[in-house]
Protein backbone atom coordinates (compact mmCIF):
# COMPACT_ATOMS: atom_id res chain seq x y z
CA UNK A 1 0.00 0.00 0.00
CA UNK A 2 1.09 3.20 -0.75
CA UNK A 3 1.77 5.72 1.59
CA UNK A 4 -1.42 8.36 0.78
CA UNK A 5 -3.78 5.06 1.50
CA UNK A 6 -1.93 4.13 4.71
CA UNK A 7 -2.80 8.25 6.03
CA UNK A 8 -6.17 7.99 4.30
CA UNK A 9 -7.17 5.16 7.07
CA UNK A 10 -5.77 7.17 9.79
CA UNK A 11 -7.49 10.42 8.30
CA UNK A 12 -11.00 8.65 8.36
CA UNK A 13 -10.46 6.82 12.05
CA UNK A 14 -9.90 10.12 13.23
CA UNK A 15 -13.21 11.43 11.56
CA UNK A 16 -14.82 8.49 12.65
CA UNK A 17 -13.76 9.09 16.62
CA UNK A 18 -14.73 12.85 16.02
CA UNK A 19 -18.15 11.58 15.04
CA UNK A 20 -18.41 9.68 17.75
CA UNK A 21 -17.15 12.04 20.69
CA UNK A 22 -13.64 10.10 21.39
CA UNK A 23 -10.98 12.58 23.30
CA UNK A 24 -9.65 15.27 21.46
CA UNK A 25 -6.33 14.81 22.24
CA UNK A 26 -6.28 11.19 20.74
CA UNK A 27 -8.10 12.61 17.32
CA UNK A 28 -5.55 15.21 17.28
CA UNK A 29 -2.99 11.93 17.60
CA UNK A 30 -4.45 10.45 14.66
CA UNK A 31 -4.39 12.85 12.26
CA UNK A 32 -1.04 14.16 12.77
CA UNK A 33 -0.06 10.51 11.97
CA UNK A 34 -2.25 10.57 8.64
CA UNK A 35 -0.65 13.82 8.00
CA UNK A 36 2.84 12.72 8.62
CA UNK A 37 2.54 9.62 6.25
CA UNK A 38 1.24 11.76 3.31
CA UNK A 39 4.03 13.79 3.21
CA UNK A 40 6.76 11.71 4.15
CA UNK A 41 9.32 11.38 1.27
CA UNK A 42 10.17 7.49 2.37
CA UNK A 43 8.44 4.25 1.75
CA UNK A 44 6.97 3.40 4.69
CA UNK A 45 6.80 -0.73 4.05
CA UNK A 46 10.71 0.69 3.70
CA UNK A 47 10.84 2.27 7.29
CA UNK A 48 8.77 -0.47 8.65
CA UNK A 49 11.11 -3.53 7.47
CA UNK A 50 14.24 -1.15 8.51
CA UNK A 51 12.02 -0.21 12.38
CA UNK A 52 12.35 3.01 11.85
CA UNK A 53 8.80 3.59 11.83
CA UNK A 54 8.85 5.84 15.38
CA UNK A 55 11.45 8.04 13.66
CA UNK A 56 8.73 9.63 11.62
CA UNK A 57 7.21 12.87 13.54
CA UNK A 58 4.06 11.57 15.90
CA UNK A 59 4.43 7.97 15.27
CA UNK A 60 4.23 6.47 18.52
CA UNK A 61 4.57 2.44 19.28
CA UNK A 62 0.58 2.36 18.88
CA UNK A 63 0.49 4.00 15.63
CA UNK A 64 3.50 2.18 14.49
CA UNK A 65 2.04 -1.17 15.37
CA UNK A 66 -1.40 -0.17 13.08
CA UNK A 67 0.69 0.48 10.44
CA UNK A 68 2.53 -2.34 10.36
CA UNK A 69 -0.89 -4.46 10.37
CA UNK A 70 -1.72 -2.27 7.92
CA UNK A 71 1.34 -3.14 5.26
CA UNK A 72 0.79 -6.86 6.06
CA UNK A 73 -2.86 -7.78 5.88
CA UNK A 74 -4.11 -4.99 3.78
CA UNK A 75 -6.73 -3.32 6.54
CA UNK A 76 -6.30 -2.41 10.03
CA UNK A 77 -8.65 -4.25 12.61
CA UNK A 78 -9.42 -1.00 14.67
CA UNK A 79 -10.50 1.12 11.28
CA UNK A 80 -13.11 -1.61 10.22
CA UNK A 81 -14.64 -1.79 13.65
CA UNK A 82 -14.79 1.91 13.88
CA UNK A 83 -16.52 2.55 10.62
CA UNK A 84 -19.17 -0.68 11.43
CA UNK A 85 -20.00 1.84 14.32
CA UNK A 86 -21.17 4.59 12.09
CA UNK A 87 -23.41 4.25 9.31
CA UNK A 88 -22.27 3.02 5.74
CA UNK A 89 -23.30 6.67 4.30
CA UNK A 90 -22.54 9.18 7.04
CA UNK A 91 -18.60 9.60 5.66
CA UNK A 92 -19.93 10.96 2.59
CA UNK A 93 -21.24 13.91 4.84
CA UNK A 94 -17.84 15.40 5.07
CA UNK A 95 -17.31 15.76 1.65
CA UNK A 96 -19.73 18.61 1.54
CA UNK A 97 -17.76 21.73 1.82
CA UNK A 98 -18.55 23.55 5.43
CA UNK A 99 -19.59 20.10 6.90
CA UNK A 100 -17.36 18.45 9.56
CA UNK A 101 -17.51 15.49 11.67
CA UNK A 102 -19.34 17.50 14.53
CA UNK A 103 -21.50 18.60 12.50
CA UNK A 104 -22.42 15.09 10.76
CA UNK A 105 -22.95 13.77 14.13
CA UNK A 106 -25.15 15.85 15.34
CA UNK A 107 -27.32 15.36 11.84
CA UNK A 108 -27.11 11.73 12.76
CA UNK A 109 -28.04 12.00 15.77
CA UNK A 110 -30.97 14.48 16.27
CA UNK A 111 -32.03 14.17 12.75
CA UNK A 112 -31.61 10.89 11.92
CA UNK A 113 -29.35 12.20 8.48
CA UNK A 114 -27.02 9.54 7.50
CA UNK A 115 -26.27 9.95 3.37
CA UNK A 116 -25.92 12.86 1.27
CA UNK A 117 -28.84 11.98 -0.67
CA UNK A 118 -30.97 12.11 2.39
CA UNK A 119 -29.61 15.67 3.70
CA UNK A 120 -30.82 16.93 -0.18
CA UNK A 121 -34.40 15.59 0.53
CA UNK A 122 -34.74 17.17 4.39
CA UNK A 123 -33.46 20.43 2.54
CA UNK A 124 -36.05 20.35 -0.20
CA UNK A 125 -38.97 18.88 2.34
CA UNK A 126 -38.28 18.74 5.54
CA UNK A 127 -35.96 21.68 6.69
CA UNK A 128 -38.16 22.33 10.10
CA UNK A 129 -36.66 18.71 10.89
CA UNK A 130 -32.94 20.04 10.21
CA UNK A 131 -33.78 23.38 11.73
CA UNK A 132 -34.09 21.20 14.94
CA UNK A 133 -30.22 20.36 14.78
CA UNK A 134 -28.06 22.33 17.22
CA UNK A 135 -26.16 24.58 15.66
CA UNK A 136 -28.19 24.82 12.25
CA UNK A 137 -30.44 27.33 11.88
CA UNK A 138 -31.87 28.25 8.32
CA UNK A 139 -28.32 30.57 7.22
CA UNK A 140 -26.37 27.38 7.88
CA UNK A 141 -29.28 25.59 5.85
CA UNK A 142 -28.97 27.70 2.93
CA UNK A 143 -25.21 27.56 2.93
CA UNK A 144 -24.85 23.76 3.51
CA UNK A 145 -27.98 23.54 0.20
CA UNK A 146 -25.72 26.11 -1.53
CA UNK A 147 -23.16 23.63 -0.59
CA UNK A 148 -24.70 20.55 -2.05
CA UNK A 149 -25.69 22.67 -5.11
CA UNK A 150 -21.78 23.36 -6.09
CA UNK A 151 -20.69 20.23 -4.65
CA UNK A 152 -18.74 19.22 -8.03
CA UNK A 153 -17.30 22.42 -8.24
CA UNK A 154 -16.47 23.59 -5.03
CA UNK A 155 -14.82 20.39 -3.70
CA UNK A 156 -12.58 20.24 -6.56
CA UNK A 157 -8.77 21.75 -5.22
CA UNK A 158 -8.14 23.82 -7.86
CA UNK A 159 -4.40 24.96 -8.91
CA UNK A 160 -2.08 27.86 -7.37
CA UNK A 161 -2.70 30.00 -10.64
CA UNK A 162 -5.89 29.68 -11.19
CA UNK A 163 -6.75 30.64 -7.26
CA UNK A 164 -4.34 33.73 -7.77
CA UNK A 165 -6.21 35.24 -10.80
CA UNK A 166 -9.35 34.76 -9.11
CA UNK A 167 -8.05 36.47 -5.77
CA UNK A 168 -6.21 39.13 -7.81
CA UNK A 169 -10.16 39.93 -9.35
CA UNK A 170 -12.14 39.97 -5.82
CA UNK A 171 -9.18 42.01 -4.21
CA UNK A 172 -9.13 44.70 -6.79
CA UNK A 173 -12.99 45.03 -6.26
CA UNK A 174 -12.42 45.34 -2.49
CA UNK A 175 -9.86 48.05 -3.34
CA UNK A 176 -12.01 49.40 -6.10
CA UNK A 177 -14.42 50.66 -2.92
CA UNK A 178 -11.30 53.06 -1.74
CA UNK A 179 -12.76 52.17 1.65
CA UNK A 180 -9.74 49.65 3.10
CA UNK A 181 -6.39 50.53 4.76
CA UNK A 182 -5.19 47.59 3.24
CA UNK A 183 -6.39 44.40 1.41
CA UNK A 184 -4.27 41.31 1.36
CA UNK A 185 -4.89 37.18 0.39
CA UNK A 186 -4.79 34.74 3.60
CA UNK A 187 -5.05 31.23 3.19
CA UNK A 188 -3.63 28.61 1.31
CA UNK A 189 -3.16 31.15 -1.13
CA UNK A 190 -0.60 33.12 1.06
CA UNK A 191 1.07 29.59 2.45
CA UNK A 192 1.41 29.30 -1.87
CA UNK A 193 0.23 25.43 -1.74
CA UNK A 194 0.55 23.77 -5.23
CA UNK A 195 -4.05 23.44 -4.80
CA UNK A 196 -6.59 25.97 -3.22
CA UNK A 197 -9.77 24.22 -1.92
CA UNK A 198 -11.36 27.87 -0.69
CA UNK A 199 -10.07 31.79 -0.86
CA UNK A 200 -9.58 33.81 2.25
CA UNK A 201 -9.28 37.59 1.68
CA UNK A 202 -8.40 39.93 4.68
CA UNK A 203 -9.44 43.81 4.92
CA UNK A 204 -8.46 46.34 7.32
CA UNK A 205 -10.99 49.08 8.42
CA UNK A 206 -12.94 50.56 10.51
CA UNK A 207 -16.32 49.23 11.65
CA UNK A 208 -18.43 52.12 9.94
CA UNK A 209 -16.89 51.49 6.50
CA UNK A 210 -17.23 47.53 6.47
CA UNK A 211 -20.39 47.66 5.43
CA UNK A 212 -19.46 49.69 1.99
CA UNK A 213 -16.56 47.41 1.76
CA UNK A 214 -18.66 43.55 1.77
CA UNK A 215 -21.20 45.50 -0.33
CA UNK A 216 -18.73 46.06 -3.19
CA UNK A 217 -16.74 42.49 -2.85
CA UNK A 218 -20.72 40.87 -2.87
CA UNK A 219 -21.52 43.21 -5.77
CA UNK A 220 -17.93 41.69 -8.05
CA UNK A 221 -18.03 40.91 -11.41
CA UNK A 222 -16.42 37.49 -11.01
CA UNK A 223 -19.43 36.20 -8.40
CA UNK A 224 -21.95 34.18 -9.22
CA UNK A 225 -23.50 33.74 -5.92
CA UNK A 226 -23.73 35.45 -2.19
CA UNK A 227 -23.25 33.02 0.48
CA UNK A 228 -23.58 35.56 3.15
CA UNK A 229 -23.42 39.60 3.77
CA UNK A 230 -22.93 40.82 7.08
CA UNK A 231 -21.44 43.24 8.87
CA UNK A 232 -17.62 42.09 9.12
CA UNK A 233 -18.02 39.15 6.65
CA UNK A 234 -19.05 38.70 3.42
CA UNK A 235 -18.84 34.70 1.61
CA UNK A 236 -19.39 33.99 -2.53
CA UNK A 237 -19.26 31.21 -4.67
CA UNK A 238 -17.48 32.25 -7.98
CA UNK A 239 -17.87 31.03 -11.71
CA UNK A 240 -16.61 27.40 -11.39
CA UNK A 241 -17.85 27.16 -8.09
CA UNK A 242 -14.82 28.09 -6.01
CA UNK A 243 -15.59 30.05 -2.13
CA UNK A 244 -14.10 33.14 -1.52
CA UNK A 245 -14.28 34.85 1.68
CA UNK A 246 -13.58 38.36 2.75
CA UNK A 247 -13.04 39.36 6.77
CA UNK A 248 -13.32 43.08 7.46
CA UNK A 249 -10.78 43.05 10.92
CA UNK A 250 -9.65 46.64 13.04
CA UNK A 251 -6.00 47.67 13.08
CA UNK A 252 -5.71 46.36 16.39
CA UNK A 253 -6.02 42.94 15.62
CA UNK A 254 -5.14 42.71 11.72
CA UNK A 255 -1.75 41.38 12.58
CA UNK A 256 -3.24 38.48 14.77
CA UNK A 257 -6.28 37.70 11.99
CA UNK A 258 -3.40 38.01 9.61
CA UNK A 259 -1.76 34.90 11.12
CA UNK A 260 -4.48 33.09 12.08
CA UNK A 261 -6.37 33.02 8.85
CA UNK A 262 -3.14 32.41 6.92
CA UNK A 263 -2.68 28.97 9.14
CA UNK A 264 -1.99 26.60 8.68
CA UNK A 265 -4.55 24.68 11.31
CA UNK A 266 -1.92 22.40 12.31
CA UNK A 267 0.88 25.34 12.54
CA UNK A 268 -2.04 27.53 14.63
CA UNK A 269 -2.61 24.85 17.08
CA UNK A 270 1.21 24.49 17.88
CA UNK A 271 1.47 28.13 17.98
CA UNK A 272 -1.49 28.45 20.78
CA UNK A 273 0.21 25.86 22.68
CA UNK A 274 3.38 28.07 23.05
CA UNK A 275 1.23 30.70 23.92
CA UNK A 276 -0.42 28.45 27.11
CA UNK A 277 3.06 27.48 27.89
CA UNK A 278 3.74 31.37 28.61
CA UNK A 279 0.42 32.02 30.04
CA UNK A 280 -1.05 33.83 27.12
CA UNK A 281 -4.29 33.50 24.92
CA UNK A 282 -3.83 33.68 21.30
CA UNK A 283 -6.59 34.09 18.66
CA UNK A 284 -7.30 35.90 15.61
CA UNK A 285 -8.04 39.28 17.66
CA UNK A 286 -4.91 39.10 19.37
CA UNK A 287 -2.30 37.91 22.09
CA UNK A 288 -3.50 38.34 25.08
CA UNK A 289 -2.13 38.46 29.40
CA UNK A 290 -4.17 36.95 31.64
CA UNK A 291 -5.45 39.86 32.45
CA UNK A 292 -7.14 40.29 29.12
CA UNK A 293 -4.74 42.74 28.33
CA UNK A 294 -3.69 42.98 24.68
CA UNK A 295 0.08 42.00 23.87
CA UNK A 296 0.56 42.05 19.98
CA UNK A 297 -2.00 41.67 17.39
CA UNK A 298 -1.34 44.76 15.18
CA UNK A 299 1.16 42.88 13.27
CA UNK A 300 2.26 39.57 12.79
CA UNK A 301 6.02 39.90 13.56
CA UNK A 302 4.78 41.09 17.30
CA UNK A 303 2.94 38.05 17.32
CA UNK A 304 5.48 35.92 16.99
CA UNK A 305 8.32 38.11 18.41
CA UNK A 306 6.35 38.19 21.71
CA UNK A 307 6.25 34.32 21.79
CA UNK A 308 10.31 34.39 22.02
CA UNK A 309 10.30 33.08 17.80
CA UNK A 310 11.63 35.24 14.82
CA UNK A 311 8.92 35.85 12.03
CA UNK A 312 7.78 32.59 9.97
CA UNK A 313 7.35 33.14 6.32
CA UNK A 314 4.00 32.16 5.14
CA UNK A 315 4.85 29.02 3.04
CA UNK A 316 7.30 27.49 5.99
CA UNK A 317 3.65 27.36 7.90
CA UNK A 318 2.84 23.97 7.86
CA UNK A 319 3.88 22.66 11.46
CA UNK A 320 7.17 20.57 9.95
CA UNK A 321 9.39 21.89 12.23
CA UNK A 322 9.33 25.96 11.68
CA UNK A 323 8.42 26.99 15.42
CA UNK A 324 11.61 25.15 16.64
CA UNK A 325 13.84 26.71 14.37
CA UNK A 326 11.94 30.08 14.70
CA UNK A 327 12.61 29.25 18.43
CA UNK A 328 16.34 28.66 18.07
CA UNK A 329 16.72 31.46 15.33
CA UNK A 330 17.75 28.67 12.64
CA UNK A 331 14.72 29.62 10.06
CA UNK A 332 16.64 29.77 6.70
CA UNK A 333 16.83 32.30 4.57
CA UNK A 334 14.56 31.94 1.63
CA UNK A 335 15.56 32.07 -1.84
CA UNK A 336 13.87 34.65 -3.45
CA UNK A 337 12.49 35.54 -7.14
CA UNK A 338 14.68 38.24 -7.85
CA UNK A 339 17.72 35.62 -7.10
CA UNK A 340 16.62 34.43 -10.32
CA UNK A 341 19.62 35.08 -13.00
CA UNK A 342 18.17 33.11 -15.72
CA UNK A 343 15.84 29.92 -17.14
CA UNK A 344 17.72 26.90 -18.40
CA UNK A 345 14.15 24.97 -19.19
CA UNK A 346 12.42 26.73 -22.38
CA UNK A 347 11.09 25.64 -26.42
CA UNK A 348 11.16 26.97 -29.56
CA UNK A 349 9.17 26.37 -32.55
CA UNK A 350 12.05 24.11 -33.44
CA UNK A 351 9.76 21.67 -31.27
CA UNK A 352 6.64 22.46 -29.68
CA UNK A 353 7.29 26.23 -28.85
CA UNK A 354 5.27 29.04 -30.12
CA UNK A 355 8.26 31.40 -30.82
CA UNK A 356 11.39 31.68 -32.58
CA UNK A 357 15.03 31.32 -30.51
CA UNK A 358 15.45 34.81 -31.44
CA UNK A 359 12.21 35.55 -30.13
CA UNK A 360 13.01 33.22 -26.82
CA UNK A 361 16.26 35.41 -26.73
CA UNK A 362 14.96 38.62 -26.53
CA UNK A 363 12.36 37.91 -24.29
CA UNK A 364 14.60 36.50 -21.53
CA UNK A 365 16.80 39.51 -21.99
CA UNK A 366 13.55 41.68 -21.11
CA UNK A 367 13.74 39.59 -17.83
CA UNK A 368 16.88 40.67 -17.10
CA UNK A 369 18.09 37.55 -16.95
CA UNK A 370 22.15 37.05 -17.30
CA UNK A 371 21.59 33.31 -19.09
CA UNK A 372 19.40 31.11 -20.82
CA UNK A 373 19.06 27.44 -22.24
CA UNK A 374 16.74 26.05 -24.92
CA UNK A 375 16.08 23.01 -24.52
CA UNK A 376 13.89 21.36 -26.95
CA UNK A 377 12.49 18.18 -27.24
CA UNK A 378 13.99 14.99 -28.51
CA UNK A 379 13.04 12.64 -31.32
CA UNK A 380 10.80 10.27 -29.21
CA UNK A 381 9.03 13.19 -28.69
CA UNK A 382 6.90 13.19 -31.70
CA UNK A 383 3.67 14.64 -30.86
CA UNK A 384 5.92 17.72 -29.63
CA UNK A 385 7.46 17.84 -33.08
CA UNK A 386 11.03 16.64 -31.49
CA UNK A 387 14.31 16.82 -32.76
CA UNK A 388 16.17 14.35 -34.37
CA UNK A 389 19.97 14.17 -34.75
CA UNK A 390 19.92 16.15 -37.78
CA UNK A 391 17.73 18.49 -36.78
CA UNK A 392 19.57 18.85 -33.26
CA UNK A 393 22.70 19.42 -34.85
CA UNK A 394 21.33 22.48 -37.32
CA UNK A 395 19.28 23.60 -33.84
CA UNK A 396 22.76 23.53 -32.26
CA UNK A 397 24.42 25.47 -34.61
CA UNK A 398 21.36 28.13 -35.04
CA UNK A 399 22.04 28.85 -31.33
CA UNK A 400 25.53 29.17 -30.84
CA UNK A 401 25.21 32.03 -34.14
CA UNK A 402 22.47 33.79 -32.37
CA UNK A 403 24.59 33.75 -29.06
CA UNK A 404 27.63 35.74 -30.51
CA UNK A 405 25.15 38.64 -31.18
CA UNK A 406 24.73 39.16 -27.72
CA UNK A 407 26.83 40.42 -25.21
CA UNK A 408 24.20 41.14 -21.98
CA UNK A 409 22.96 37.46 -22.35
CA UNK A 410 24.71 34.10 -21.97
CA UNK A 411 22.80 31.50 -24.69
CA UNK A 412 23.23 28.13 -23.53
CA UNK A 413 22.72 24.85 -26.59
CA UNK A 414 20.97 22.58 -25.18
CA UNK A 415 18.10 19.40 -25.35
CA UNK A 416 15.20 18.27 -23.12
CA UNK A 417 16.28 14.39 -23.84
CA UNK A 418 13.78 11.61 -23.36
CA UNK A 419 14.29 9.04 -20.14
CA UNK A 420 13.15 6.04 -21.74
CA UNK A 421 11.57 3.40 -19.79
CA UNK A 422 14.55 1.81 -18.72
CA UNK A 423 16.82 4.70 -18.21
CA UNK A 424 18.62 4.99 -21.54
CA UNK A 425 18.61 8.30 -23.05
CA UNK A 426 16.57 9.22 -26.44
CA UNK A 427 20.40 10.28 -27.95
CA UNK A 428 23.99 8.77 -27.61
CA UNK A 429 26.51 10.03 -25.26
CA UNK A 430 28.28 11.08 -27.98
CA UNK A 431 25.45 13.55 -29.20
CA UNK A 432 24.62 14.56 -25.35
CA UNK A 433 28.25 15.88 -25.28
CA UNK A 434 28.12 18.34 -27.86
CA UNK A 435 25.62 20.35 -25.85
CA UNK A 436 26.23 23.01 -23.38
CA UNK A 437 23.35 21.83 -21.65
CA UNK A 438 20.97 18.72 -20.94
CA UNK A 439 17.89 18.49 -19.37
CA UNK A 440 16.49 14.37 -18.79
CA UNK A 441 12.60 14.24 -18.43
CA UNK A 442 10.51 11.57 -18.14
CA UNK A 443 7.44 11.61 -20.55
CA UNK A 444 6.29 8.04 -20.93
CA UNK A 445 5.49 4.91 -19.52
CA UNK A 446 4.83 7.11 -15.95
CA UNK A 447 3.05 4.50 -14.23
CA UNK A 448 5.95 2.60 -13.65
CA UNK A 449 5.73 1.21 -10.03
CA UNK A 450 8.32 3.24 -7.34
CA UNK A 451 11.30 0.91 -7.74
CA UNK A 452 11.49 0.69 -11.56
CA UNK A 453 10.51 4.33 -11.53
CA UNK A 454 13.44 5.30 -8.94
CA UNK A 455 16.01 2.82 -10.87
CA UNK A 456 15.03 5.02 -14.31
CA UNK A 457 15.82 8.04 -12.91
CA UNK A 458 18.95 7.12 -10.65
CA UNK A 459 20.18 5.90 -14.42
CA UNK A 460 19.35 8.95 -15.99
CA UNK A 461 21.01 11.44 -12.97
CA UNK A 462 24.47 8.53 -13.03
CA UNK A 463 24.87 10.06 -16.70
CA UNK A 464 27.96 11.97 -17.41
CA UNK A 465 26.41 14.49 -19.89
CA UNK A 466 22.92 14.98 -18.02
CA UNK A 467 23.02 18.34 -15.87
CA UNK A 468 19.91 17.96 -14.28
CA UNK A 469 16.61 15.83 -14.21
CA UNK A 470 13.82 17.74 -15.30
CA UNK A 471 9.91 17.57 -13.91
CA UNK A 472 11.08 14.16 -12.22
CA UNK A 473 7.66 12.62 -11.36
CA UNK A 474 6.19 13.65 -14.92
CA UNK A 475 2.62 14.73 -12.85
CA UNK A 476 0.14 17.10 -13.84
CA UNK A 477 -1.80 18.59 -11.38
CA UNK A 478 -5.46 17.94 -10.83
CA UNK A 479 -5.12 15.91 -14.26
CA UNK A 480 -2.52 12.81 -13.78
CA UNK A 481 -0.48 11.45 -10.36
CA UNK A 482 2.47 11.23 -12.73
CA UNK A 483 5.56 8.66 -10.73
CA UNK A 484 5.82 7.35 -7.46
CA UNK A 485 9.26 7.89 -6.63
CA UNK A 486 12.02 7.40 -3.83
CA UNK A 487 13.26 11.09 -3.50
CA UNK A 488 16.15 9.97 -1.02
CA UNK A 489 17.25 7.61 -3.23
CA UNK A 490 17.13 9.32 -6.21
CA UNK A 491 18.46 12.95 -4.72
CA UNK A 492 21.73 10.96 -2.93
CA UNK A 493 22.11 9.96 -6.90
CA UNK A 494 21.82 12.67 -8.08
CA UNK A 495 24.24 14.63 -5.18
CA UNK A 496 26.74 11.79 -5.95
CA UNK A 497 26.88 12.74 -9.70
CA UNK A 498 26.61 16.65 -9.31
CA UNK A 499 22.80 16.39 -11.18
CA UNK A 500 20.75 19.05 -10.19
CA UNK A 501 16.87 18.24 -9.75
CA UNK A 502 14.17 20.24 -11.36
CA UNK A 503 11.38 22.25 -9.45
CA UNK A 504 9.59 22.71 -12.92
CA UNK A 505 8.14 26.20 -12.26
CA UNK A 506 4.57 25.57 -14.63
CA UNK A 507 1.79 25.56 -12.00
CA UNK A 508 -0.07 22.65 -13.88
CA UNK A 509 3.64 20.58 -12.66
CA UNK A 510 5.15 21.97 -9.56
CA UNK A 511 7.38 19.13 -9.91
CA UNK A 512 9.04 18.53 -7.40
CA UNK A 513 6.78 19.23 -5.03
CA UNK A 514 7.47 20.87 -1.86
CA UNK A 515 8.21 17.80 0.37
CA UNK A 516 10.80 16.61 -2.44
CA UNK A 517 12.42 19.37 -2.28
CA UNK A 518 13.03 19.53 1.10
CA UNK A 519 13.98 15.82 0.98
CA UNK A 520 16.54 16.99 -2.16
CA UNK A 521 18.32 19.15 0.20
CA UNK A 522 18.58 17.43 2.91
CA UNK A 523 19.97 14.53 0.69
CA UNK A 524 22.55 16.98 -0.40
CA UNK A 525 21.33 17.65 -3.88
CA UNK A 526 20.95 20.91 -5.84
CA UNK A 527 18.10 22.27 -7.31
CA UNK A 528 17.28 24.32 -10.59
CA UNK A 529 13.68 26.39 -11.23
CA UNK A 530 12.81 26.53 -14.93
CA UNK A 531 9.82 27.78 -16.50
CA UNK A 532 9.25 25.01 -19.49
CA UNK A 533 8.57 28.24 -21.49
CA UNK A 534 6.89 27.62 -24.78
CA UNK A 535 6.06 31.54 -25.54
CA UNK A 536 8.41 34.17 -25.59
CA UNK A 537 6.78 36.49 -23.18
CA UNK A 538 7.82 38.19 -20.00
CA UNK A 539 3.92 38.29 -19.05
CA UNK A 540 3.71 34.72 -20.13
CA UNK A 541 5.16 31.48 -19.66
CA UNK A 542 8.01 33.15 -18.74
CA UNK A 543 6.56 34.86 -15.15
CA UNK A 544 5.63 30.96 -14.20
CA UNK A 545 9.05 31.41 -12.55
CA UNK A 546 7.17 32.54 -9.15
CA UNK A 547 5.48 29.60 -8.59
CA UNK A 548 8.77 27.45 -8.73
CA UNK A 549 10.06 29.80 -5.95
CA UNK A 550 6.76 29.69 -4.14
CA UNK A 551 7.23 25.92 -4.05
CA UNK A 552 11.09 25.93 -3.66
CA UNK A 553 10.08 28.28 -0.27
CA UNK A 554 7.79 25.65 0.98
CA UNK A 555 10.52 23.33 0.55
CA UNK A 556 13.19 25.40 3.04
CA UNK A 557 15.42 26.33 -0.17
CA UNK A 558 18.14 28.65 0.03
CA UNK A 559 19.43 30.86 -2.62
CA UNK A 560 22.49 28.57 -2.42
CA UNK A 561 20.47 25.39 -2.75
CA UNK A 562 19.64 26.99 -6.55
CA UNK A 563 22.13 26.47 -9.52
CA UNK A 564 20.12 29.02 -11.48
CA UNK A 565 20.85 32.07 -8.64
CA UNK A 566 24.53 31.78 -9.49
CA UNK A 567 26.35 34.60 -11.09
CA UNK A 568 27.51 33.51 -14.87
CA UNK A 569 31.16 32.74 -14.19
CA UNK A 570 29.64 30.57 -11.24
CA UNK A 571 27.69 28.49 -13.49
CA UNK A 572 30.00 27.88 -16.31
CA UNK A 573 32.28 26.43 -13.97
CA UNK A 574 29.59 24.25 -12.45
CA UNK A 575 28.57 23.29 -16.30
CA UNK A 576 32.48 22.16 -16.57
CA UNK A 577 32.66 19.95 -13.91
CA UNK A 578 31.10 17.01 -15.66
Avoid at 117 to 144: C, H, M, P, T, Y
Avoid at 520 to 530: F, M, P, S, T, Y
Amino acid sequence: MTNEEIAAIFAEMADIMEILGADPFRINSYRKVARVLAETTEDTAALAAAGKLQSLPGVGKGAAGRIEEILKTGRLEQHEDLRRRVPAGLLELLKVQGLGPKTAAKLWKQAGVTSIQQLAEALSSDRARLEAVEGLGAKKLDQIAEALAFAAGAARRIRLDEAEAIATRLRAAVEASKKPKRVVVVGSLRRRRETIGDIDILCQAGQRKAGAIIAAFTAADAVTKVLAKGSTKGSVIVAGGTQVDLRVVPAKSFGAAMQYFTGSKEHNIALREIAQRAKLKLNEYGLFAESGKQVAGKDEEGIYRALGLTWVPPELREDRGELAAAADGKLPELVRLEDIRGDLHMHTNASDGRSSLEEMIEACRAMGYQYMAITDHSKSQIQANGLDEDRLAEQVRAIRAAAKKYKDIVVLAGIEVDILKDGRLDFSDDVLAELDFVTASPHSALSQRRPEATRRLIKAAENPHVDVIGHPTGRLINRRPGMEIDIVKLAQAAAANDTALEINAHPWRLDLRDVHVRAAIEAGAKLLICTDAHEANPAGDLALMRFGVDTARRGWATAADVINTYPPAKLKKWLARK
